[in-house]
């Protein structure tokens, strides 16, 4: 599993000259450090699309499976070692807490929370025991086809936000999205061969504030990531069979099962 939370704000362009201080406070736990630079690339109506490179620092942990990520518009968290949305919250306050006390964050602009499950089902196994047949699509022998890669989205809007789920198959050796790849943490992952065909449920939740934004407030932030995991939980558990929860080994709580 790989999740990551990111919470935009409005834009610092000072951010590069903080990062010593952000650092000293980051480092007994997060000792390892990346910098490098995204491009991002946006789309102009009115001419061609702009390109523009923005400084990236990374803070891991020794072993390579927790990351804070800070630019000059975002921090993020991501993990690539999950065990409960109550601990990756709190290294995301942490973060948030952190990062404000040193730069005095503006204004939330954006939330956003991920969630990449990959299903390989085991020996004697079919992908139809972990998966509601409305994802499965069409049937292959129904249809005269020898092999197939699945692919669908959904998408609509809840009270937290806007909710992307994509179900999407890989048979190259990926077990990620292409846009998550590569990825600079270590992953627990067991050895995908070529032609191996890896199921990924790619769930992808976010509120836009950019219209009416808000003053940071890390509280603010934590409270609204609760509200979009809930309904992230929700599109996880219409997707997946009991099968698959049991499997998993889901948590219960309130009477009901999660996985996240």
């Not at 891991?60 to 993020?76: F, R, Y």
């Not at 009270?159 to 190259?172: P, S, Y």
């Not at 995908?192 to 950019?210: A, K, Q, S």
């Not at 990531?225 to 309904?231: K, T």
């Amino acid at each position: 599993m790989y999740v990551v939370a990111q919470v935009r704000f409005s834009a610092i362009e000072s951010i590069p000259k903080y990062i010593p201080d952000i650092q000293d406070v980051f480092r007994k736990e997060y000792p390892r450090f990346v910098k490098g630079e995204m491009r991002n690339l946006r789309l102009n109506p009115a001419g061609p699309p702009e390109m523009s490179v923005v400084p990236r620092f990374e803070f891991q942990n020794k072993e390579k499976t927790c990351g804070i990520v800070v630019q000059s518009d975002s921090v993020a968290v991501h993990v690539s070692r999950y065990s409960s949305f109550d601990m990756f919250c709190s290294v995301l306050e942490h973060a948030l807490k952190t990062v404000h006390s040193i730069v005095t964050l503006g204004l939330i602009e954006r939330i956003g929370l991920r969630y990449v499950d990959v299903v390989r089902p085991g020996k004697g196994e079919t992908l139809s025991q972990y998966l509601h047949s409305g994802l499965l699509g069409l049937n292959d022998a129904d249809v005269g086809v020898r092999s197939s890669i699945r692919l669908s989205v959904y998408q609509g809007e809840t009270e937290a936000g806007i909710l992307i789920f994509r179900l999407a198959q890989r048979n190259d050796r990926g077990f990620l999205p292409p846009d998550i790849e590569p990825s600079p943490l270590n992953h627990d992952q067991p050895e995908v061969h070529l032609g191996e065909v890896v199921t990924l449920l790619d769930t992808d939740h976010y509120r836009d504030f950019t219209k009416e934004p808000p003053d940071f407030s890390t509280d603010a932030v934590l409270q609204h990531l609760w509200r979009l995991h809930d309904s992230t939980d929700l599109a996880f558990r219409a997707a997946v069979t009991e099968f698959a929860l049991k499997a998993w080994g889901a948590e219960e709580r309130d009477g009901t099962t999660r996985n996240h």
